[in-house]
Structure formats: structure tokens, C-alpha cells
């Protein structure tokens, strides 16, 4: 775990009488990685927890998701940095969720965050929002390494891995796919998984018809009757 390797270094740090400054900033770069990584730990656990034992919202917000993606998508560009994914979003105009907009919010960039971390650099990754003839989805496609079919079942266990070490090496928590699963369960959604090695994947969250929600379409201001024809 991260507090094992800090634990580490600080034991090592203190038991050295001299360390030059190149080695010392070595250390304090590792340390402060760790750090963040388990920040970031407590933060999916505290989400986790949190999504566990809470009420079911009295009261739905409408969510605008057309938006909301393409804030996502902006944050993607960011995290992909040199690695220059190409990264698209199709998202259907007007066509909105009735729920918790914290909750989709962390649920998608769980998602799109997944398809950055594990996409090759230069890769391509496609963000969809659209209505389907039972409700609307939301799926991330990516061209990545692909999985393999019999760890699909297991992908949002808590701290599942398929690959322990490219985890830790790309900053994952093993808990993102759980936290997804469960925003789903209390939008009554669910979560699908297409994959195969070498092909890359297609992660899709199903919403039911219940709970979308269509914005009016805008309509043209009238003319004011004293402005001249």
C-alpha cells in the first residue's frame, strides 16, 4: 500500500546521518507520489461508503449531460497530456437524466479516466451520449489493450486488478469501477462491459426511459410589435 512504501522511506530517511540533495529530492518525489495516491484511496472509499448507506434522493435535479460530458472531456484532454489521445464526444442535444449530478458526475470520469490510463498514447477514445429505443446510454470506446472475458465478471469488485502493477503504475485505486457500478444501481442503471485483448473496450452505462429528462427546445424571440416591419 502507499503507507508501506512512505513508511519506508521515512524509516531509511531517518536512520541516515547524510544523503545528497539529488538523492533526498529522489526520495521526496516518490513519497509525495505515494501520498497522492493515497489521497486518493481515502477519497474513493469515503465516495464508496458514502454511496453505500446514503438515502435515495427525495428530490431528482435535472442533470444536463450534454454539459456535463463536455466538461469531462476537457478534464480528459488534460490527464491524456503528451500521450495525445483523440478523444470525441457525441452527445444528443436536449437529452438530459433525472438524478444526482455529484454522483453521474464521478461515475463518467471514473469511466473516462479508465479509457485514459489504459488507451496506448496516440490512441482513440469516443464519449457517446444517445437516446436507444428503451432509454439512453452513455459509453466510453477506447483502443486499448482490450481485456480478457474471464475478468470482465470481476471488473467492479472492489480492488480487482487485472494488472496490479500497471494499476499502481498509472495511479488507479482498484475501487473506480465499484463506485461506478453502485451510482448506476441508484439511478436505476446499469453498467455493461464489451472487450476482447487487442481489440480494445466499450464500457456502457443503460438508463432506463423513466429517467431521462428532454430540455424544451428554444424558441425565437417575437419581434417587438413598435419595431418597424
Same mark, same amino acid.
Given at each position: 500500500? @502507499?503507507?508501506?512504501?512512505?513508511?519506508?522511506?521515512? &524509516?531509511?530517511?531517518h536512520g541516515m546521518?547524510?544523503?545528497?540533495?539529488?538523492?533526498?529530492? %529522489?526520495?521526496?518525489?516518490?513519497?509525495?507520489?505515494?501520498?497522492?495516491?493515497?489521497?486518493?484511496?481515502?477519497?474513493?472509499?469515503?465516495?464508496?461508503? %458514502?454511496?453505500?448507506?446514503?438515502?435515495?434522493?427525495? #428530490?431528482?435535479?435535472?442533470?444536463?449531460?450534454?454539459?456535463?460530458?463536455?466538461?469531462? %472531456? &476537457?478534464?480528459? &484532454?488534460?490527464?491524456?497530456?503528451?500521450?495525445?489521445?483523440?478523444?470525441?464526444?457525441?452527445?444528443e442535444s436536449g437529452?438530459?437524466?433525472?438524478? #444526482?449530478?455529484?454522483?453521474?458526475?464521478?461515475?463518467?470520469?471514473?469511466?473516462?479516466?479508465?479509457?485514459?490510463?489504459?488507451? @496506448?498514447?496516440?490512441?482513440?477514445?469516443?464519449?457517446?451520449?444517445?437516446?436507444?429505443?428503451?432509454?439512453?446510454?452513455?459509453?466510453?470506446?477506447?483502443?486499448?489493450?482490450?481485456?480478457?472475458? &474471464?475478468?470482465?465478471?470481476?471488473?467492479?469488485?472492489?480492488?480487482? #486488478?487485472?494488472?496490479?502493477?500497471?494499476?499502481?503504475?498509472?495511479?488507479?485505486?482498484?475501487?473506480?469501477? +465499484?463506485?461506478?457500478?453502485?451510482?448506476?444501481?441508484?439511478?436505476?442503471?446499469?453498467?455493461?462491459?464489451?472487450?476482447?485483448?487487442? #481489440?480494445? +473496450?466499450?464500457?456502457?452505462?443503460?438508463?432506463?426511459?423513466?429517467?431521462?429528462?428532454?430540455?424544451? @427546445?428554444?424558441? @425565437?424571440?417575437?419581434?417587438?410589435?413598435?419595431?418597424?416591419?
Amino acid at each position: 500500500t @502507499p503507507l508501506t512504501v512512505l513508511a519506508g522511506y521515512v &524509516e531509511t530517511l531517518h536512520g541516515m546521518n547524510t544523503l545528497d540533495a539529488a538523492d533526498l529530492k %529522489k526520495h521526496l518525489t516518490t513519497m509525495h507520489e505515494q501520498a497522492a495516491r493515497m489521497q486518493r484511496l481515502v477519497d474513493d472509499l469515503l465516495t464508496l461508503s %458514502k454511496l453505500e448507506t446514503a438515502a435515495p434522493a427525495r #428530490r431528482d435535479e435535472t442533470v444536463d449531460i450534454p454539459g456535463l460530458l463536455a466538461g469531462l %472531456k &476537457e478534464q480528459a &484532454e488534460i490527464l491524456s497530456g503528451r500521450q495525445r489521445h483523440q478523444i470525441t464526444l457525441e452527445a444528443e442535444s436536449g437529452l438530459n437524466l433525472r438524478g #444526482r449530478r455529484e454522483e453521474l458526475h464521478s461515475a463518467f470520469m471514473n469511466l473516462i479516466n479508465n479509457a485514459v490510463r489504459y488507451t @496506448p498514447a496516440g490512441g482513440a477514445i469516443r464519449l457517446k451520449w444517445a437516446a436507444d429505443g428503451n432509454g439512453a446510454r452513455f459509453s466510453v470506446t477506447d483502443t486499448g489493450e482490450g481485456i480478457a472475458t &474471464e475478468h470482465i465478471p470481476h471488473l467492479t469488485e472492489r480492488f480487482y #486488478r487485472v494488472d496490479t502493477a500497471r494499476s499502481r503504475a498509472t495511479g488507479g485505486t482498484g475501487l473506480g469501477l +465499484s463506485i461506478v457500478k453502485h451510482v448506476l444501481a441508484r439511478h436505476d442503471a446499469v453498467l455493461t462491459i464489451e472487450s476482447e485483448p487487442g #481489440r480494445g +473496450s466499450v464500457f456502457t452505462c443503460v438508463f432506463p426511459a423513466s429517467r431521462l429528462a428532454h430540455s424544451a @427546445p428554444e424558441t @425565437p424571440a417575437r419581434a417587438s410589435r413598435s419595431n418597424p416591419p
